[in-house]
Antibody, heavy 118, light 108 residues
Framework: QVQLQESGPGLVKPSGTLSLTCAVSGDSISSVNWWSWVRQPPGKGLEWIGEISHTGTTNYKPSLKSRVTMSVDKSKNQLSLNLSSVTAADTAVYYC???????????WGQGTTVTVSS | EVVMTQSPATLSLSPGERATLSCRASQTISSSYLSWYQQKPGQAPRLLIYRSSTRATGIPARFSGSGSETDFTLTISSLQPEDFAVYFCQQNYDLPYSFGQGTKLEIK
């Protein structure tokens, strides 16, 4: 089974760009059809950000679509998430997870905390 | 966009009791695309149930799921101390995918 590890800067300035990676280990990134990014603001619920297939096809949450970019790097076996023009409302724990359709999000990373502050 | 609404927001029960958590979708979804997750403080969510009623690997039999169309239920037959956590339902039937706001199961 794959294991996931998110990483990135813990602090991002307002109006800047949040850039995270999700390292996939235990198997090839191509072994999973879809990968999702989910975030959780402090003390709040889960918000689906979007998903990317191992071939690079993306689906984004409409309210975030203008600011989100997801990508797959098969050579490094990792996923990336970029979120531009961030505000304090983007402060959250960010998770990557496998997204196997009707089989649910079976494997999650441990999450990485991002704070947007000057 | 499908809005998932969970109730109650907080459920206070004692170990050994039965817990019934509800999740309602704002429109009909396929039961094949409804999942439940458990989250404990400081941890990532853990998949409990997929396809509305299938337990994920390693999930005890006291957890069961049911439902169809817009109404779904997660039942914990006899609460164990480790079951007190927050539970989320999620639909990935229709884009954008969405989670319920969560039900906090606390010890009474």
């Amino acid at each position: 089974q794959v294991q996931l590890q998110e990483s990135g800067p813990g602090l991002v300035k307002p109006s800047g760009t949040l850039s995270l990676t999700c390292a996939v280990s235990g198997d090839s990134i191509s072994s999973v059809n879809w990968w999702s990014w989910v975030r959780q603001p402090p003390g709040k619920g889960l918000e689906w950000i979007g998903e990317i297939s191992h071939t690079g096809t993306t689906n984004y949450k409409p309210s975030l679509k203008s600011r989100v970019t997801m990508s797959v790097d098969k050579s490094k076996n990792q996923l990336s998430l970029n979120l531009s023009s961030v505000t304090a409302a983007d402060t959250a724990v960010y998770y990557c997870a496998t997204d196997e359709g009707s089989l649910g999000m079976d494997v999650w990373g441990q999450g990485t905390t991002v704070t947007v502050s000057s | 966009e499908v809005v998932m609404t969970q109730s109650p927001a907080t459920l206070s029960l004692s170990p050994g009791e039965r817990a019934t958590l509800s999740c309602r979708a704002s429109q009909t979804i396929s039961s094949s695309y409804l999942s439940w997750y458990q989250q404990k403080p400081g941890q990532a969510p853990r998949l409990l149930i997929y396809r509305s009623s299938t337990r994920a690997t390693g999930i005890p039999a006291r957890f069961s799921g049911s439902g169809s169309e817009t109404d779904f239920t997660l039942t914990i037959s006899s609460l164990q101390p480790e079951d007190f956590a927050v539970y989320f339902c999620q639909q990935n039937y229709d884009l954008p995918y969405s989670f319920g706001q969560g039900t906090k199961l606390e010890i009474k």
